[in-house]
């Protein structure tokens, strides 16, 4: 079992305290894992103009981000794992409750200090870098919207003529793409989707065969005598 399985396989301990961050729209909080793993979750909940571009809502006015504070290396770049939640006002915030449409497990680039004490990172990061849309044709995918490989990586926050933009790195995203957790689930959703095709085709050959008998049956109620006729040769003696 590999790192990112070991962290998804994870059952957390949800007992955090509430912190209000400073220029900032989330709620930080910290907790432990069962396993003993430390984890902050960054929070904006019920803000739908916060989530809208250019007055256009995404069709989501919360999001929830739980960040394994423990990272990895790759080609000297500091990662984090983390889960990330979109979710509508009403909804139950229990990371073991969504479903697969609404979370995604992610590596990221993260300033945890930044995140806390800069609005405008945070805001980049919140409704750039985490844009559902986004997020969720790399997770399905593993490659980002110009085809370069990503597995699960969606990048990063950095500033950039005073401002900040995401970035992705072509390398990081090519090993984590390649990476045996990576290959191993493209390896089960291949399964999985041959799995389903092979369901579907029995289903349908089923089908098939139940409509024929059907038709069987109908054609001799509607013939009775058909197939009892006697041969030729018994009608001439």
């Known amino acids: 079992m590999g790192?990112?399985?070991?962290?998804?396989k994870e059952k957390k301990d949800e007992k955090p305290t509430a912190k209000p961050t400073y220029n900032c729209r989330s709620t930080v909080s910290e907790y432990t894992s069962s396993a003993g793993r430390p984890f902050t979750k960054f929070e904006i909940i019920d803000d739908k103009e916060y989530f809208s571009r250019n007055g256009k809502y995404k069709g989501y006015d919360s999001i929830v981000l739980s960040v394994n504070k423990r990272p990895i290396n790759i080609d000297g770049q500091e990662l984090y794992r983390a889960t990330v939640e979109?979710?509508?006002a009403g909804d139950t915030m229990y990371?073991?409750?969504?479903g697969d449409d609404d979370r995604a497990e992610i590596l990221l680039g993260l300033n945890f200090d930044l995140l806390k004490n800069d609005s405008e990172y945070e805001k980049c990061l919140m409704t750039s870098l985490?844009?559902?849309n986004r997020v969720k044709q790399i997770d399905e995918t593993m490659k980002d919207k110009r085809g370069d490989l990503a597995g699960n990586y969606i990048g990063g926050v950095i500033g950039a003529n005073g401002e900040y933009i995401k970035y992705f790195n072509k390398g990081i995203g090519k090993q984590v793409y390649n990476s045996p957790n990576m290959v191993r689930k493209r390896e089960k959703r291949a399964k999985d989707k041959a799995d389903?095709?092979?369901?579907?085709r029995r289903e349908t050959e089923e089908k098939i065969k139940s409509k024929q008998d059907e038709i069987e049956a109908l054609q001799k109620r509607l013939n009775p005598d058909k197939g009892n006729r006697p041969s030729g040769d018994d009608e001439g003696r």
């Not at 389903?196 to 579907?200: G, K, L, P, T, V």
């Open 3 to 8: 790192i990112m399985d070991r962290f998804k």
């Open 130 to 132: 985490l844009d559902k």
């Open 196 to 200: 389903m095709e092979d369901i579907i």
């Open 86 to 88: 979109w979710n509508e």
């Open 95 to 98: 990371l073991d409750s969504k």
